[in-house]
């Protein structure tokens, strides 16, 4: 039997019409606004969008089960386009002498780091690896999230990492969009030549991500590993940090890769290249917060030179422990400098162009899955004002409620 589903009398819907590409410059700021706007979905899909008068009169949504949106924004599902749900536990010893003022090379002598975080991967039962991944996916969602990109690179070595890509091939049962990507963090001199066409041929991995920093690959090393990946069919990804942040950067585009991230360093040349090309440059304001570094990426530079943006949480138990995309929006507000439209365009449209997906979700359009957002709040620009405040009030994905908040009960008086 088919579900119909009305979502009626927005204050603001968000659609997020616009171009088929990534949004950049001026664009990144239009949110296609409806005013008493209204969502008609049937079978898990949206079929009309436009104000609520209009499609409350429409044969469709005559019996239509209704969601009453009145004095309300409702908004595409948050796209996070950077983060690993298969983390392990946290890292909170870690994270207390990282406050204490310890070096990473002392936490790491003191038995934490990256190597410990490998170690409990490798100690977890592979249930119990998909138990902490589910928690990290259900904050996500509760959070507004309904797409997600999961990355490996915490496993280390090849048994941790397919066991981790093992861990979100099980998840993709659930009803939300989970992209997996294989991030490679090391180079013996036969990476890739073995694992990568098993993570293919067992479908663990879409996409494949080279980290260029040191102590990992260099722009060569890894020109060399997504070549292999390309000729498989794997969609690429570059991390790019330190000193050879703009030799990756240049790499990356040459490759045609479909994002790059860790921006910290970029320099108006490497904006200038990036707005000439579809490469989404993904944002991780969240990453800075934690490490309390204070060395944000350069939003504003990137989105005045023409260069599409998007912004994730970058999910980490070490670097980043909030799944929150709504605290991201506000980082990216007050210490990127980016306004609320732009910063909700990245984390929506635009990442879902970092994922490959923008042609089923990201904004609210026909045809396009039916991934919703309905917050408590009747304008928009207080989505990054309450900072640290989960404002949503309903989340669906592909047309189903998952996440529904009811009021407080206050005990009688």
Same mark, same amino acid.
């Given at each position: ?35 008493? !706007?209204?969502?008609?979905? @049937? ?7 436009? +104000?609520? =008068?209009? /499609? %409350?009169? &429409? $044969? *469709? ?49 003191? !038995?934490?780091?990256?190597? @410990? ?7 977890? +039962?592979? =249930?119990? /690896? %998909?138990? &902490? $991944? *589910? ?65 293919? =041929? ?212």
């Amino acid at each position: 039997m088919r579900k119909v589903t009305l979502v009626r009398g927005a204050r603001q819907l968000l659609t997020l019409r616009g171009p088929s590409g990534p949004r950049r410059g001026a664009d990144l700021r239009n949110l296609g606004i409806i005013q008493d !706007g209204a969502v008609l979905i @049937a079978d898990g899909l949206i079929r009309e969008v436009g +104000s609520s =008068r209009r /499609l %409350e009169n &429409l $044969a *469709l949504a005559r019996g239509a089960e209704e969601i009453d949106a009145s004095g309300r924004v409702v908004m595409p599902g948050f796209v996070d386009s950077h983060a690993h749900l298969a983390g392990g536990p946290a890292r909170v010893s870690d994270y207390q002498m990282r406050l204490g003022g310890a070096t990473e090379e002392q936490i790491t002598h003191a !038995g934490g780091g990256a190597l @410990a975080a490998a170690r409990a991967i490798h100690e977890l +039962s592979p =249930r119990a /690896l %998909e138990t &902490l $991944a *589910l928690r990290a996916l259900e904050e996500a969602v509760r959070h507004g999230t309904t797409a997600l990109e999961a990355k490996s690179g915490l496993g280390i070595t090849d048994a941790g990492e397919v066991k981790i890509l093992r861990v979100y091939a099980g998840l993709r049962a659930l009803p939300v969009t989970l992209v997996s990507t294989f991030l490679a963090t090391r180079v013996p001199p036969e990476f890739g030549e073995r694992l990568l066409p098993m993570l293919r =041929r067992r479908k663990l991995a879409e996409f494949a991500e080279a980290r260029c920093e040191e102590g990992a690959f260099t722009p060569a090393q890894a020109c060399r590993y997504l070549g292999l990946a390309r000729e498989l069919g794997l969609g690429l990804k570059v991390s790019a940090k330190q000193r050879l942040h703009s030799e990756a950067i240049a790499m990356a585009l040459e490759m045609g890769a479909i994002s790059v991230s860790g921006l910290v360093d970029a320099s108006e040349r490497d904006a200038l290249l990036l707005a000439r090309c579809e490469t989404i440059a993904t944002l991780l304001p969240g990453t800075a917060f934690h490490s309390g570094t204070e060395r944000y990426p350069p939003a504003r530079m990137l989105i005045d030179n023409g260069a599409a943006v998007a912004l994730a949480t970058g999910y980490h138990p070490y670097d980043c422990p909030s799944q929150n995309m709504q605290m991201t929006i506000a980082l990216a507000c007050r210490t990127l400098q980016m306004t609320a439209a732009e910063a909700i365009a990245a984390s929506t449209i635009n990442a879902a162009h970092g994922l490959g997906r923008a042609a089923s979700i990201g904004s609210i359009e026909a045809g396009k899955s039916a991934d919703l957002l309905m917050l408590s709040v009747p304008d928009y620009r207080e989505l990054p004002y309450h900072f640290g405040v989960n404002l949503v009030d309903l989340v669906t994905s592909r047309g189903a409620v998952l996440v529904e908040r009811s009021g407080v009960k206050w005990p009688v008086r």
